[in-house]
């Protein structure tokens, strides 16, 4: 079993966890099926419960794993939220051994050039980075919290 150490997340989220095969698997709620449990997929699926639980946001507006474009690469954005059909967040995890630092936020200002999010957040499921968008200036501004939906 993997090492499961405890992020900087509220504790009572609905984490589901199960053993088969020599593996331990984890519960997507969005993508609604089991997946190998790894570093990273620990902090999405904690990710995925902190929008939904505490910022309110709705599995139906939420997408995994969004194919991204880039210089003819195609790169994956781990959640997007969607409100009124248009993107709204945009979430980049790292596992929590793995530093946020200027690279993470450029990866993710690069999917923000085709996905067009109006906030940021990047994490490793200890540290938390929130952003909002200023397309006029082309950057962003840190903020202390995404909004909850309203």
């Known amino acids: 079993m993997i090492n499961l150490i405890s992020l900087n997340?509220?504790?009572?989220?609905?984490?589901?966890l199960k053993q088969a095969q020599d593996n331990t698997y984890i519960f997507c709620f969005v993508r609604k099926k089991w997946l190998v449990l790894t570093p990273e997929e620990w902090v999405r699926q904690h990710c995925i419960q902190f929008l939904l639980n505490d910022l309110g946001y709705s599995l139906s507006a939420?997408?995994?794993?969004t194919k991204v474009h880039i210089n003819g690469m195609q790169k994956r954005a781990d959640i997007v939220v969607y409100k009124q059909a248009q993107t709204w967040i945009i979430v980049e995890c790292k596992a929590p051994h793995i530093k946020i630092?200027?690279?993470t936020f450029d990866q993710i200002a690069r999917?923000?050039?085709?996905?067009g999010?109006?906030?940021?957040?990047?994490?490793?499921?200890?540290?938390h980075y929130y952003c909002q968008m200023d397309f006029e200036a082309k950057k962003y501004q840190f903020i202390p919290q995404l909004p909850a939906k309203v």
């Open 111 to 115: 999917y923000n050039i085709q996905l």
């Open 101 to 103: 630092d200027q690279s």
């Open 9 to 16: 997340f509220p504790e009572n989220y609905q984490i589901r």
């Open 62 to 65: 939420m997408a995994v794993e």
């Open 117 to 127: 999010g109006n906030y940021l957040m990047l994490t490793n499921g200890l540290n």
